[in-house]
């Protein structure tokens, strides 16, 4: 028994308004690799991601999320500030005289390999100038990323960290309890001034 067109077209678009987390992050994405914040970018944004969902249905994602707004705006203001701070590196490294970088590809296992999880931190962590993910391997959590200039980024072992803590303000600022612990970066619980005088 086929539904009748009209109601098939409203059911798609209930379907499509039930998405509206996922047209939100990729029209984000779309203003983030355009680089300005116009009318025009946000409704081409919108329209692309719709169209992206109703021509390519994504599966179901289940993801344990809660959001926090502290530690979102402190994952926003260090993404910033490590925005900046790589440009001007980036634009030292290329102008420098003399000066070779040496690159490498790192790889990086991540604590949780959640796709949400996963896929935030391999774009922020692109989105810095002189650092790009290659690759990322959902069912390991293994990401490998091309660095501009290993030597100026504390070398693997400073990439490592570097990206682990990136996904600990991730994790901090769009992770659920559970997976929290389950990460080994849950906050220690607090302590009442009745337990600290036992």
Do not use: K
């Not at 989105?127 to 990322?136: I, K, M, Q, R």
């Amino acid at each position: 028994m086929s539904l009748h067109p009209r109601r098939r077209s409203a059911r798609s678009l209930r379907g499509l308004a039930a998405q509206w987390p996922a047209i939100a992050f990729l029209t984000v994405i779309w203003l983030l690799l355009w680089g300005d914040l116009s009318w025009a970018n946000v409704i081409a944004g919108v329209l692309l991601a719709a169209l992206i969902l109703v021509m390519f249905p994504l599966p179901r994602v289940v993801v344990q999320t809660r959001f926090r707004l502290g530690p979102f705006l402190a994952l926003a203001a260090r993404f910033v500030t490590d925005l900046v701070v790589a440009s001007f590196q980036v634009a030292w490294t290329a102008l420098r005289p003399g000066h070779v970088p040496r690159g490498a590809v790192v790889a990086v296992r991540l604590r949780n390999p959640d796709d949400v999880f996963l896929t935030v931190t391999a774009v922020l962590s692109t989105l810095v100038p002189g650092s790009l993910v290659v690759e990322a391997q959902r069912r390991t959590g293994l990401v490998h990323l091309h660095v501009l200039d290993i030597d100026a980024s504390g070398g693997v072992d400073g990439v490592r960290r570097d990206i682990l803590r990136l996904e600990e303000r991730v994790l901090r600022a769009f992770a659920s309890d559970d997976v929290l612990e389950r990460c080994g970066v849950a906050e220690p619980p607090a302590h009442t001034p009745d337990e600290e005088a036992r």
